[in-house]
């Protein structure tokens, strides 16, 4: 049966594009958790993402942080990253942002509600024209995460997340920016190594019209746990 849901919703997202006549794009990401404190943790994430060709990154993401475990469910961050952009496999725009985030959380049964808040501050150079920005933004995402086949997350635990995240710009017209869908399957492998792919529809919104994106995506996600408090993190796009 679950088989069967997958490929049903495989078919429609596959449909759907097709009817479009857009572009399929390339999402990948691998992200490490260090929990070096019952209270504290450090993360790092390496992204790529294939826009205009599928297998050809035109983007890409190196960003890090360090977060507080203020209680069991809620995790207030603070974050550093560069980002890169390339326009026909040249090098158009580079981003120094940092962040600011938290992360509340709270569970219904087997279902994991995640509520996750970031403030954005955004410095951007486009060395084609020589040009320099800046951006404020915030964004809220709902995450819904659930095992299926244990009650709890652990190793060779098969689930299923989505999540809905919206984008506001408070610097540029439009204010609400952009429309983010996630919707996939993980498994946590072992203590230390989980997996998750899904498809991501992305909806940019703009002055001179409206995009859509739609991402396959895949993600290898690593714990590791020197505090000897377990918690898995059920892994979504950032």
Same mark, same amino acid.
């Given at each position: 049966?679950? %088989? ?10 596959? *449909?759907?594009i097709a009817?479009?006549k857009e572009n ?6 691998v ?24 297998s ?8 890090g942080?360090?977060g507080?475990?203020l ?10 990253g560069r980002?890169?952009?390339y %326009?026909?496999?040249?090098? *158009? %725009? ?12 709270f %569970?219904?049964g087997k ?6 808040f970031r403030a ?5 150079y ?15 995402r ?9 009650e ?5 635990t098969?689930?299923?997340n989505?999540?809905?995240e919206v984008?506001?710009?408070?610097t ?7 429309n983010?869908i ?14 998750? *792919?899904?498809?991501?529809w992305?909806?940019e919104?703009?002055? *001179?019209g ?8 895949l993600?290898?996600n ?5 505090s000897?408090?377990?918690?898995y993190?059920f892994?979504?796009?950032?």
């Amino acid at each position: 049966m679950k %088989k069967r849901i997958v490929q049903l919703f495989m078919i429609m997202v596959f *449909s759907s594009i097709a009817a479009q006549k857009e572009n399929i794009s390339s999402f990948t990401t691998v992200a490490v958790t260090y929990k070096f404190h019952p209270q504290f943790f450090l993360f790092v994430e390496g992204q790529m993402r294939g826009i205009e060709e599928y297998s050809y990154p035109d983007y890409y993401e190196i960003k890090g942080g360090i977060g507080y475990n203020l209680t069991k469910n809620h995790k207030p961050f603070i974050g550093i990253g560069r980002y890169g952009n390339y %326009k026909d496999h040249d090098f *158009s %725009k580079e981003e120094f942002r940092i962040w600011l985030q938290d992360v509340i959380d709270f %569970k219904a049964g087997k279902f994991k509600f995640e509520n996750r808040f970031r403030a954005e501050k955004s410095w951007f150079y486009e060395p084609q024209i020589d040009v320099h920005s800046q951006r404020v933004r915030l964004r809220y995402r709902m995450n819904i995460s659930v095992p299926l086949n244990s009650e709890t997350v652990k190793p060779g635990t098969l689930f299923a997340n989505a999540y809905d995240e919206v984008f506001f710009i408070t610097t540029e017209n439009p204010l609400f920016a952009r429309n983010r869908i996630y919707g996939g399957i993980g498994y946590q492998i072992d203590e230390n190594f989980g997996i998750a *792919s899904g498809y991501l529809w992305q909806r940019e919104f703009g002055s *001179s019209g409206n995009k859509n994106l739609h991402y396959l995506y895949l993600a290898l996600n690593i714990t590791i746990d020197s505090s000897q408090d377990r918690n898995y993190h059920f892994p979504g796009a950032d």
